[in-house]
């Protein structure tokens, strides 16, 4: 599944499209239905990127975004740059989808973006955000990963813990996947330090263990000379994980995108 949004690259609004064979054709685009139109989201518009949870053939949790639109305001902040997200299921292979609840909604103060999410247990949901500091109040840019819990099905959310910190520059969404052991992964660049990393998490995303270090030799000659990461995260049948993200080395200092092979630690 591939999720479009407003302004993003090219991208043409709130649509997406699905492929059945890992990538080489691609069906639609298709819309949201009145999936807009919702109470909730009155006078925003989408800023979703790519998440989904599958539970059937016919039923789909979407992980989406969205923010006011340019020109109003919330207290001290712009709200054209206060992400939030907010969980829509479909029940009819995507034909229409409902509005189910906010992870994080206008009330809270920080940006809110780029879920990551994971299935526990049948009712047991979890999902890593990227966050931003925006208030104009506090001046500190700060940047960082949150995680939030669903015990019903993705109903009601409430958060648990915060992840990492992720630099100043916008930071870094995350990469968050379940491993074989049980244990949590997640992915993440800290704009700042100029790093790559991993965290581990035993007891559901509740606390996050030390870092791992996967990369450290960023160098870019593009505009925004930190700008990085964006990371997705697999689990291969033999048990390494793969990080797929885009870098800058000395040997090829424009952005490219690769992809690092590493084990979690023991």
């Not at 709130?14 to 059945?20: D, E, R, Y």
């Not at 509005?99 to 009330?107: A, D, L, M, N």
Request: net charge positive; aromatic share 10%.
């Amino acid at each position: 599944m591939r999720i479009e949004s407003n302004g993003y690259q090219g991208n043409c609004g709130h649509q997406w499209f699905c492929s059945l064979d890992k990538g080489a054709s691609w069906r639609g685009p298709f819309t949201f239905g009145n999936l807009s139109d919702h109470p909730e989201l009155a006078d925003t518009e989408f800023t979703s990127r790519t998440a989904y949870l599958v539970s059937s053939s016919r039923e789909c949790l979407v992980f989406l975004s969205v923010r006011k639109k340019a020109g109003e305001k919330l207290g001290e902040m712009q709200l054209s740059a206060t992400d939030k997200v907010f969980l829509a299921r479909t029940t009819d292979a995507g034909k229409s989808f409902e509005f189910v609840s906010w992870i994080v909604s206008f009330k809270d103060p920080y940006r809110a973006v780029m879920p990551a999410p994971v299935r526990i247990s049948r009712d047991k949901l979890l999902a890593a955000i990227r966050r931003r500091n925006l208030r104009k109040d506090i001046h500190d840019d700060a940047c960082w990963i949150d995680c939030y819990e669903s015990m019903d099905n993705g109903q009601n959310w409430a958060f648990i813990s915060r992840v990492c910190e992720t630099g100043i520059g916008n930071g870094n969404p995350p990469a968050m996947i379940r491993l074989a052991d049980g244990r949590l992964g997640c992915v993440y660049a800290d704009r700042s330090r100029l790093l790559l990393l991993a965290k581990y998490s035993k007891d559901e995303g509740k606390t996050w263990g030390e870092e791992q270090v996967l990369r450290e030799d960023f160098r870019s000659r593009n505009g925004d000379r930190v700008d990085s990461g964006y990371p997705r995260l697999f689990q291969r049948p033999d048990g390494k994980l793969v990080t797929v993200y885009f870098w800058c080395t000395p040997e090829r200092p424009e952005s490219h995108i690769e992809a690092t092979i590493f084990s979690a630690p023991v």
